[in-house]
C-alpha cells in the first residue's frame, strides 16, 4: 500500500461456486484502471509556454504542428468543427442528421407480468408454497393460515437440493439467502408434485433497503424462464409495496394469532435450547416440542379470538411440560449465541444445520427470538419520525404495537423468573438502550442495528461466546455485524466473536473448522 500497488486476497479452497472470487476480481480490476487514469490524468503533458522544451529540429520540419501541439489549437479547431451542429441557443433545434445520431435507444422494459391472487383462487384450494426458516416459529404459522382457508404448505427445512436449483435460476453474485429461497420454490415447482394450474407462492418481506426485498421479482423471473409466469407469488409484508392480491387477508384475528404464535415460538425455542444438551433420555426435548406444539395448535381455532388468558395459560403449560424433562447439568456446557441475517440465523438450510454441530461440540446454542427481530422492525418506524420527521400518526401506531408486544414479552419474562428452571431473555426495550454506545440507531438497512445489539445481549447475559453469520452478498449484515465486532471487543474485552460466512461456493469443513477455532478459546 505504500508503494501504491493495489492487491487482493482470494481465498482458494473446496469450492464449488466462484461468484465470489468473480467479484473479488471485478473489484481489483475496476481499481487497477482508475489507477491507470489517474497516472495518465498526472503525466499529461500540460498547455503552457511555447517555449518549454522547445525542439528546433521538430519546429523547423513542420512549425504549423509544433505550434498547435504546445499551444492547444488542434484541440480548439475539434472542439469548432463539434460546435458547429450544436445550436447556439436553448430554443434552436439541431440539425436533423445529428438529432437522429444521439437519438436514444428506447430500452425495453424489464418488468415480469405479475399474476394477482384472486378470491376465486383461494376458493378453488390453491396450494401455496412457503419457504421454511424458523421451524418451530413457521410450523405455527402454517397451522393459522390453514384453519382459516389458505392451503399453505411449508418446503422442507433442509434440502441441499435447493442451493444448486437457485443458481440455475438466480445470478450467484446475489445473496444467498436469495438464492436458497429461489431455489426451494423451484424445486419445488419443478418436481411434478403440484399442478402448476393450482399453484401460488408466498414470501415474507421486510420491504427494507437490502437486496433481499428483490425476493418476488427473482422469483417471478426463475418462474417466467421456466414458462410459468401465471404463478402468482404474494407478497407478505406489514409496509405497502405497492401490491394487491384481493384472494389473500390478513385480518385482525389473524393478525394477533401471529403475533402470539411468535411469541410461543420463541418461548419453546429458548427453554428447548437450554434442555437439548442436558437431556438424559435422548429426544425427550423433541418429544416435549410436538406436546407444546399440539396444544397451542388446538387453542388457536379459525376466526375465533384468543384471549390473552388462554396465551399466558400456554405459556406456563410449555414452561411446566419442559421443567418434567430429566436433565444432568452436572458437566458444564460452553454457552454459543448465535446472532446474523435473519434467514442464515435461524434457517438449518442456511447456516448448514449449526445448531446441531455446536450440539455435537459439547456446547448450548443460544438464539435471540424472531420476535425481537418483530420489534426491530416495528421500532424502525418510530425511529424514522425521530430522526427524519416522517409521519408521526404512523409512528405512533407503531409504538402503541411496540409497547403492546413488549407487555407480553416481559410477562414471559416474569414467568420464566417464577418458575426457575430457564434463563429468561433480556426486555427488548433494554436491549435496543444497550446498543446506543455502539451504533446509531439510524442504521436499519438489513438486520441493521439489531444485530450488535443481540451481541451485547448475549454478552452481558454471560454468553460471551458468539457465532456471527455472514450470508455472502449481504453488505448492511457485514457493516453492522462484522465491522461492528472490534468496537463491541473495545466494550466488552471478554467477547469471543467469530463471523462465519455462508455461500454457495462455502466449504462446510471449513466454516465449521472457524467455530472450533472460536471455541477453543471458549470459557
Given at each position: ?48 509556454c511555447p517555449a518549454v522544451s522547445f525542439d528546433p529540429d521538430k519546429f523547423l520540419a513542420s512549425p504549423e504542428a509544433a505550434i498547435d501541439a504546445k499551444t492547444g489549437v488542434t484541440e480548439g479547431r475539434i472542439a469548432a468543427e463539434i460546435a458547429r451542429t450544436v445550436p447556439q441557443t ?434
Amino acid at each position: 500500500e505504500r508503494a501504491g500497488k493495489v492487491y487482493t486476497v482470494l481465498k482458494i479452497d473446496e469450492v464449488s461456486n466462484l461468484g465470489a472470487a468473480r467479484i473479488r476480481v471485478r473489484s481489483l480490476l475496476a481499481a487497477l484502471k482508475d489507477q491507470a487514469d489517474e497516472q495518465a490524468e498526472a503525466e499529461r503533458t500540460p498547455c503552457g509556454c511555447p517555449a518549454v522544451s522547445f525542439d528546433p529540429d521538430k519546429f523547423l520540419a513542420s512549425p504549423e504542428a509544433a505550434i498547435d501541439a504546445k499551444t492547444g489549437v488542434t484541440e480548439g479547431r475539434i472542439a469548432a468543427e463539434i460546435a458547429r451542429t450544436v445550436p447556439q441557443t436553448f430554443t434552436e433545434k439541431a440539425a436533423p442528421e445529428v438529432a437522429e445520431r444521439f437519438k436514444q435507444r428506447e430500452g425495453a422494459t424489464t418488468e415480469f407480468p405479475r399474476a394477482v391472487f384472486t378470491q376465486e383462487m383461494k376458493d378453488a384450494g390453491y396450494t401455496i408454497l412457503c419457504p421454511q426458516m424458523a421451524p418451530i416459529h413457521f410450523d405455527l404459522l402454517m397451522d393459522i393460515f390453514q384453519r382459516n382457508g389458505y392451503n399453505l404448505e411449508l418446503l422442507p427445512s433442509v434440502d441441499h437440493g435447493a442451493v444448486d436449483a437457485g443458481l440455475k435460476y438466480v445470478n450467484n453474485d446475489i445473496c444467498y439467502p436469495s438464492v436458497l429461497v429461489t431455489g426451494q420454490i423451484m424445486e419445488a415447482v419443478m418436481s411434478g408434485r403440484y399442478d402448476t394450474d393450482k399453484l401460488a407462492v408466498i414470501i415474507t418481506q421486510t420491504g427494507g433497503g437490502c437486496r433481499a426485498t428483490n425476493y418476488i421479482s427473482l422469483i417471478r423471473k426463475a418462474l417466467a424462464s421456466v414458462g410459468l409466469p401465471h404463478i402468482p407469488v404474494i407478497a407478505l409484508s406489514f409496509k405497502d409495496l405497492g401490491e394487491s392480491n384481493p384472494g389473500f387477508k390478513l385480518t385482525k384475528t389473524m393478525l394477533v394469532q401471529v403475533a402470539y404464535a411468535l411469541l410461543i415460538g420463541d418461548l419453546i425455542m429458548m427453554v428447548a435450547n437450554q434442555c437439548r444438551p442436558y437431556e438424559i433420555v435422548p429426544g425427550s426435548t423433541d418429544k416435549a416440542i410436538d406436546i407444546c406444539m399440539d396444544a397451542v395448535i388446538k387453542r388457536f381455532t379459525g376466526e375465533r379470538m384468543v384471549r390473552y388468558g388462554e396465551v399466558k395459560h400456554l405459556f406456563r403449560f410449555v414452561l411446566a411440560v419442559f421443567g418434567k424433562l430429566k436433565l444432568d447439568k452436572t458437566q458444564k456446557k460452553k454457552l454459543v449465541g448465535i446472532v446474523g441475517e435473519i434467514y442464515v440465523k435461524f434457517s438449518p438450510l442456511g447456516n448448514n444445520r449449526l445448531e446441531e454441530f455446536l450440539l455435537s461440540e459439547g456446547c448450548e446454542p443460544v438464539l435471540p427470538g424472531l420476535m425481537d427481530f418483530c420489534l426491530y422492525c416495528i421500532y424502525n418506524s418510530v425511529i424514522d419520525h425521530e430522526l427524519y420527521s416522517r409521519n408521526g400518526k404512523t409512528a405512533a401506531i407503531y409504538k402503541m404495537v411496540y409497547q403492546f408486544v413488549l407487555g407480553k414479552q416481559a410477562d414471559i419474562i416474569k414467568m420464566m423468573k417464577k418458575d426457575g428452571h430457564f434463563r429468561p431473555p433480556m426486555p427488548f426495550d433494554e436491549v435496543r438502550k444497550k446498543s446506543h454506545a455502539i451504533i446509531g440507531q439510524g442504521v436499519k438497512m438489513g438486520e441493521g442495528w439489531l444485530l450488535p445489539a443481540e451481541m451485547v445481549e448475549l454478552i452481558s447475559e454471560g454468553v460471551t461466546n458468539i457465532v456471527c453469520t455472514q450470508p455472502f452478498g449481504c453488505l448492511p449484515n457485514h457493516i453492522a455485524g462484522k465491522g461492528m465486532i472490534r468496537k463491541i471487543r473495545e466494550v466488552y474485552p471478554q467477547a469471543n466473536i467469530v463471523a462465519v460466512d455462508y455461500d454457495p461456493g462455502a466449504s462446510k469443513i471449513n466454516q465449521e473448522n472457524r467455530i472450533k477455532l472460536m471455541l477453543s478459546s471458549a470459557e
